[in-house]
């Protein structure tokens, strides 16, 4: 009943307080019941239990407590300001909302008629925005699918299904954008439709040997399987359609009276596609961010956190919620132990850490090891492949699927082993358990990630020739004519591998699995039970296939339209593979955390693109022979091509802008903004931190005249 | 000034709905105004709710009572370790014995629908941990709430150490003035930092 209970459970008090502050003042067990009197008296508490919640409609919701006769209940000047917030947003019943609106009606008669109009006139306002916002949600895709979810296995595995959606609508609106801006112009005017046509210019002062380019494309009458391989591999047929990057060899579209600038149009839809990306990433990823940045505390890992907000009220199922129960268990648990662990690790003797540091560096050197092992083998994986594709000839089609998926098959390989790798070698290394999950994610992301570059990077050593044989073209024009679409072909075969080794896994690994554990009661079998549902696995899945697209689009305009298809059909793989195959997750997974963690590892992907991309546009010579940026050195050389075209005017603020004399005061500028928000920061904090021990004084004080009045009370 | 319109209102088939949504426009209008619920969701509470009583007394379903064993038959419901807190905060009933009437229900739903305020959350979240209802959360509601967190059962628990270890981080982070309990606003503080409060604390028919 008091807040008080047991003597001797008041931290702070006595001389052993956990605050560790020698006190002279020691609780008295006949004060324990006067107090809480006072207490529940005093006028911050009972203003706190009502929450402004106006005139009239102020009941006590903890019950009798105290009589109400102390409110006025007349009209108040603050009536109006009272009633600038919502009639919703009060904590009182239904009831009590209705009679605080009646209330405000009838103080509205004593307003002025300007301020009757704008309050009506917001309220509908209000409302409009409201239905408007209620038919939007509607319109979310998968709305149900993804509630039916949550209430099974909770919002941790939900906000992965969240995830996938928003990759399924941001694919889209990449592909929409390039379609608009680059498919679309180039289909018009090459079929003249609406009275267009495309003007070709011809090459000027290349060699023309630079410019042959013949794509085998449709040789009549072949056999099926050539296109089966075709499909499969992007050669073919499909090198010349505009799913690659040598279909747009057009250098300006005229529709009707319009000159539609087609190479700058690629250039910058790329960039706008870049930004798009970056900037709904980031949108989406500020939510969980802002409060961390004023304490210093880890939010996610904060125990009133998971106590408070621990159990998924959305949680309709038995089962999960039994589930639940046990997992949160655990992890309660886990996180004492861990706090534990952590107050032995500060007890460590220096030849402790000398012998763990020194085994931790021989197991980040064996890390590295595998790291450089993954790497060489993709390389030469990927050399191969380009050399024997290129002397190839349509002997056998499984080995020539084969050579030219292998690349894909080695990164998978290399995906797949890594992290298990890392898994066991961090058990060695001794860090809290929280930190070490952290850290092999982290090598997982790295190594996933630095595949893709490692692949690419093989690819160009291919491009570029060592000696002076393409020194007439800047690139290895013999075996890559048209060295873009020969990129976008490996983008969309690592693409399509990696959409059928997600469709093999589950058919071939989980359904057997889930057949065997259900119907053989065999002792091992029982004890492996179902697989559980690991959500990093998945996510970081996703993630890799989302970068490929990033970087594959440059080089194949329609690569998000598959993306697209292949994360909408991924859905209902993972949907239906999680309800009849997998068991949820043993270690708890919390909804805010995950969120935070995707958008991060998708913002490092999206970094992670920019490079290749970066390079590919201002570094590496386009081709000669096919694509938009026939007559350019590079494909970036097009942008200072159009300012040269511009008035001399804005030639020279863009001039001045991209020179020193600019970015260097600039920069300077940027830097004085930062210095002085970290500052303003670092002062708020040291306020909060005032405020608080303010505050723990105030009540001390409190506590203290309130005994002191009711010993005052007795002697009377 | 009580101008309050209530159900008994001549009972127009509101809005859109299929057999028995006899919920009259007006009513609609006005819970829309006083609770952060759509209309769709409205009217799916007020079937839903009917379903809750027998057959014969769904005409008037605005104006009964459903006792609480009906409603913790709800699927949303019947999972909840606490269950029979909500049941308590939310209930208007003059006789404790914790029965729901429609209002109560759709106050409910409104506090836990995905648009209603952390500051209301917040609020009710706390009526709801305070299982003395004295106003604090001090440290026997700790404990219990984080025994209804962990599930029922001995192995369920976890040990006096444990629990002793935890509740006072928990009041380290949480217990500003240090005087041992948790006021309401100290754990709206809290909360607020929470990143997963609003996306747990949330209920949808």
């Known amino acids: ?716 | 000034m009580a101008a309050a319109v209530t159900c008994e209102a001549e009972a127009a088939p509101g809005g859109m709905g299929g057999a028995g949504s006899l919920l009259p426009r007006e009513a609609l209008r006005e819970y829309q105004e006083l609770t952060f619920l759509s209309k769709q969701e409205i009217l799916l509470a007020y079937k839903r709710f009917s379903e809750l009583l027998p057959k014969e007394q769904r005409e008037n379903a605005c104006s009964l009572r459903v006792p609480k064993s009906r409603i913790l038959t709800l699927p949303e419901l019947r999972a909840n370790p606490f269950q029979h807190r909500i049941c308590r905060v939310f209930s208007t009933s003059e006789e404790g014995d914790d029965s729901m009437s429609f209002e109560d229900f759709l106050d409910m739903l409104s506090v836990f629908s995905d648009s209603a305020t952390s500051d209301i959350k917040s609020h009710y979240a706390f009526r709801i941990f305070d299982f003395d209802d004295d106003g604090t959360l001090d440290r026997k509601d700790l404990e219990k709430l984080v025994n209804c967190l962990t599930g029922q059962g001995e192995e369920a628990s976890l040990s006096n150490a444990e629990m002793e270890q935890l509740i006072q981080n928990i009041l380290e982070e949480s217990d500003i003035d240090k005087d041992g309990t948790i006021n309401l606003s100290e754990f709206q503080h809290v909360v607020s930092r929470s990143p997963d409060f609003a996306s747990s604390f949330k209920i949808v028919l």
């Open chain 1, 1 to 716: 009943m008091s807040g008080f209970g047991a003597a001797g459970e008041l931290p702070g008090w006595g001389p052993d307080g956990p605050s560790g502050r020698g006190e002279i003042f020691f609780p008295e067990e006949a004060h324990a019941a006067a107090p809480a009197d006072f207490l529940q008296e005093l006028p911050s508490y009972r203003s706190v239990l009502r929450r402004r919640a106006g005139p009239g409609g102020g009941q006590d919701p903890q019950g009798s407590v105290g009589p109400r006769a102390g409110e006025a209940r007349g009209p108040q000047p603050e009536g109006a300001e009272l009633a600038a917030r919502p009639l919703r947003e009060h904590a009182l019943s239904i009831a009590e909302k209705r009679r605080l609106r009646d209330y405000q009606q009838a103080d509205i008669k004593y307003l002025s008629g300007w301020n009757q109009w704008k309050r009506t006139s917001s309220k509908s306002w209000k409302k409009v925005l409201k239905d408007i916002k209620e038919s939007l949600s509607y319109l979310q895709l998968w709305r149900h699918d993804i509630h039916s979810i949550e209430g099974k296995f909770g919002t941790g595995i939900q906000s992965y299904f969240s995830f996938l959606r928003f990759l399924v609508l941001l694919n889209f609106l990449i592909f929409i954008l390039m379609f608009g801006f680059v498919t679309l112009p180039t289909v018009i005017s090459k079929y003249g439709i609406f009275n267009s046509s495309f003007a070709k210019i011809s090459p000027k002062s290349t060699d023309s040997v630079c410019t042959v380019y013949t794509p085998s494309g449709n040789k009549g009458l072949v056999y099926f399987f050539t296109y089966l391989k075709d499909l499969l591999t992007g050669t073919g047929f499909l090198e010349t359609t505009s799913l690659f990057y040598g279909y747009y060899t057009i250098d300006a579209a005229l529709l009707s009276i319009v000159r539609y600038n087609f190479p700058l149009a690629y250039l910058l839809t790329t960039f706008a596609y870049l930004a798009l990306s970056l900037v709904w990433i980031i949108k989406r990823s500020v939510s969980g961010f802002k409060q961390s940045l004023v304490h210093d505390e880890d939010q996610f890992q904060s125990y009133c956190n998971k106590v408070f907000a621990g159990w998924d009220f959305c949680i309709t199922d038995l089962n999960a919620a039994r589930l639940k129960h046990r997992s949160l268990q655990y992890e309660l648990q886990t996180d004492l132990e861990e706090e534990r662990i952590k107050r032995k690790i500060a007890d460590r003797t220096v030849k402790e850490k000398l012998r763990i540091y020194s085994l931790r560096i021989f197991l980040n050197i064996i890390v590295l090891a595998v790291l450089s092992g993954c790497f060489y083998s993709i390389y030469r994986a990927t050399v191969f492949s380009q050399e024997k594709s290129n002397n190839s000839n349509d002997a056998d089609l499984q080995t020539n699927l084969l050579v030219q998926y292998l690349p894909s098959i080695v990164i998978t390989l290399a995906n797949f082993i890594a992290p298990q790798i890392f898994s066991i070698l961090i058990r060695f290394e001794d860090y809290s358990p929280a930190f070490e999950i952290k850290l092999t994610l982290l090598r997982c992301v790295f190594v996933r990630l630095a595949n893709i570059g490692v692949l690419l990077f093989s690819l160009w050593s291919q491009i570029h020739c060592a000696n002076d044989s393409c020194k007439a073209c800047g690139y290895n024009y013999e075996l890559y004519p048209c060295w873009e679409s020969a990129v976008g072909q490996e983008m969309y075969k690592l693409l399509i591998f990696d959409f059928m080794i997600i469709l093999a896994v589950t058919l071939f690994m989980d359904f057997p699995r889930m057949l065997l554990v259900t119907h053989c009661s065999w002792k091992p079998v029982q004890w492996c039970g179902l697989q559980e549902f690991g959500i990093s696995d998945n996510v970081l899945e996703i993630i890799y296939g989302q970068t490929i697209c990033w970087i594959g689009t440059f080089f194949s305009p329609l690569l998000p339209a598959i993306a697209t298809i292949k994360y909408f059909i991924i859905f209902y793989v993972k949907k239906i593979s999680l309800i009849h195959t997998r068991k949820p997750p043993g270690r708890p997974i919390r909804a805010s955390s995950s969120n935070f963690f995707f958008l991060v590892v998708l913002l490092i992907g999206l970094v992670l693109a920019f490079i290749p991309l970066g390079i590919s546009i201002a570094h590496i010579p386009s081709s000669k022979a096919c694509g938009p940026f026939r007559n350019f050195n590079t494909s970036w050389a097009v942008v200072p091509d159009t300012i040269l075209g511009f008035p001399t005017g804005l030639q020279k603020v863009l001039n001045g802008i991209a020179s020193e004399a600019f970015a260097v005061p600039f920069f300077m500028v940027v830097c004085l903004i930062m210095f002085y928000f970290i500052a303003l920061a670092g002062a708020h904090k040291r306020v909060v931190e005032q405020l608080r021990e303010q505050l723990v004084m105030e009540s001390r004080d409190k506590l203290f005249l309130i005994r002191k009045i009711t010993e005052a009370q007795k002697c009377t």
